[in-house]
């Protein structure tokens, strides 16, 4: 959950109730990072590791420990993380585990093994909710969700095979079994899938339907237009069009529903926009980015600032 200060009266009680109570004490967990920014990921504030924690560890404790927070509704809620605050002005807190939006409120989301926690202020003018994220690469893809590794299917379009086999090494890399699909098979809430090819051949997947509906249905601030999907349009943090990329425009973006799981999607104007993306796929060039278009060499994170 976030610092919004919109919250139903229900929300706020189970709030309440959560940071007044413990996960339970356990034996404890190791590689921790959390990561603290603001303006979707432009500017970091701080982050911290941690090798050990211990097993009552929630989302909250630990930015506590870590930040000078300040919380509202019971301590369910953040306010302010190292002085800065959420605003009248749709400006708030919002966090991820993994690169997935969190079910719950910090107060209430145990801390696992291996997790990238990552809190962001941004505006919400376009949309309150950001399914996933892809900053926090390896992740959701080593460690999964909720302390449980899930499968990853890897579907990928015939005109895409060399920026596959990109992806595919990329995943045998860190570790992480990643059999090939049919697109259009999708992946279900129990696993994660990777899709690969050009927006043609994407655009009747029900994720790129979400990214086609624009931030309020996929969190995504970018969409492709013209025939075959030849252009992409990246949008600021209202959702208005800001640049708009031809030939050779390629995107990483993540997004998903609780029927469909998180979707991962590698994709392009064009075959070759499909190959700059998949080499863009690395945890140095994702780091903190909700969603990354690539033009050549310029790698241009999303939603895009005026004037970029």
Same mark, same amino acid.
């Given at each position: 959950?976030?610092?919004?200060v919109v919250?139903?009266a229900?929300?706020?009680?189970?709030?309440?109730?959560?940071?007044?109570c413990g996960?339970?004490a356990?034996?404890?967990?190791?590689g921790?990072?959390?990561?603290?920014?603001?303006d979707?990921?432009?500017?970091?504030?701080?982050a911290v590791?941690?090798?050990?924690?211990?097993?009552?560890?929630?989302?909250?404790?630990m930015?506590?420990?870590?930040?000078?927070?300040?919380?509202?509704?019971?301590?369910?809620?953040?306010?302010?993380i190292?002085?800065?605050?959420g605003?009248?002005?749709r400006h708030d807190?919002?966090?991820?585990?993994?690169?997935?939006?969190?079910s719950?409120?910090?107060?209430?989301?145990a801390?696992?093994?291996?997790?990238?926690?990552?809190?962001d202020?941004?505006?919400?003018?376009?949309?309150?909710?950001?399914?996933?994220?892809v900053?926090?690469?390896?992740?959701p893809?080593v460690?999964g969700?909720g302390g449980r590794?899930?499968?990853?299917?890897?579907?990928?379009?015939s005109?895409?095979?060399?920026?596959?086999?990109?992806?595919?090494?990329?995943f045998? =890399?860190? @570790? $992480?079994? +990643?059999?090939?699909?049919?697109i %259009?098979? #999708? /992946?279900?809430?129990?696993?994660?899938?990777v899709v690969?090819?050009?927006?043609?051949d994407?655009?009747?997947?029900?994720a790129?339907?979400?990214?086609e509906?624009?931030?309020? =249905?996929s @969190? $995504?601030? +970018?969409?492709?237009?013209?025939? %075959?999907? #030849? /252009?992409?349009q990246?949008?600021?943090?209202a959702?208005q069009?800001?640049r708009?990329?031809?030939?050779?425009?390629?995107?990483?973006?993540?997004?998903?529903?609780?029927?469909?799981?998180?979707?991962w999607?590698i994709?392009?104007?064009d075959?070759?926009?499909?190959a700059?993306?998949?080499?863009?796929?690395?945890?140095?060039?994702l780091r903190?980015?909700?969603?990354?278009?690539?033009?050549?060499?310029?790698?241009?994170?999303?939603?895009l600032?005026?004037?970029s």
């Amino acid at each position: 959950m976030t610092g919004r200060v919109v919250v139903t009266a229900s929300a706020i009680a189970a709030a309440v109730a959560l940071a007044g109570c413990g996960l339970g004490a356990g034996k404890g967990t190791s590689g921790v990072t959390l990561t603290v920014t603001r303006d979707f990921g432009r500017v970091r504030i701080g982050a911290v590791s941690a090798q050990h924690v211990s097993g009552s560890e929630t989302v909250m404790r630990m930015l506590e420990r870590s930040f000078h927070v300040s919380t509202r509704y019971g301590g369910g809620f953040v306010q302010s993380i190292a002085g800065l605050s959420g605003t009248s002005s749709r400006h708030d807190w919002f966090y991820y585990v993994n690169g997935i939006e969190a079910s719950l409120g910090a107060a209430g989301t145990a801390v696992h093994r291996g997790d990238r926690i990552w809190w962001d202020l941004h505006d919400w003018t376009a949309t309150d909710s950001i399914p996933a994220v892809v900053g926090s690469f390896p992740e959701p893809f080593v460690h999964g969700t909720g302390g449980r590794r899930l499968p990853t299917t890897l579907a990928c379009a015939s005109d895409a095979e060399a920026a596959c086999k990109r992806v595919a090494a990329e995943f045998h =890399s860190i @570790g $992480v079994p +990643a059999p090939t699909a049919l697109i %259009g098979t #999708g /992946s279900g809430s129990d696993s994660l899938a990777v899709v690969v090819g050009t927006w043609r051949d994407l655009h009747g997947e029900l994720a790129a339907t979400l990214i086609e509906h624009g931030p309020g =249905s996929s @969190g $995504v601030y +970018a969409r492709f237009t013209g025939p %075959g999907g #030849g /252009s992409i349009q990246l949008l600021n943090p209202a959702g208005q069009v800001v640049r708009t990329l031809g030939a050779g425009a390629g995107l990483i973006a993540a997004t998903g529903q609780s029927q469909t799981g998180t979707v991962w999607m590698i994709t392009g104007t064009d075959t070759a926009g499909v190959a700059a993306a998949a080499a863009a796929l690395t945890p140095a060039r994702l780091r903190d980015h909700f969603a990354l278009a690539v033009h050549g060499r310029t790698d241009l994170p999303v939603p895009l600032e005026a004037g970029s």
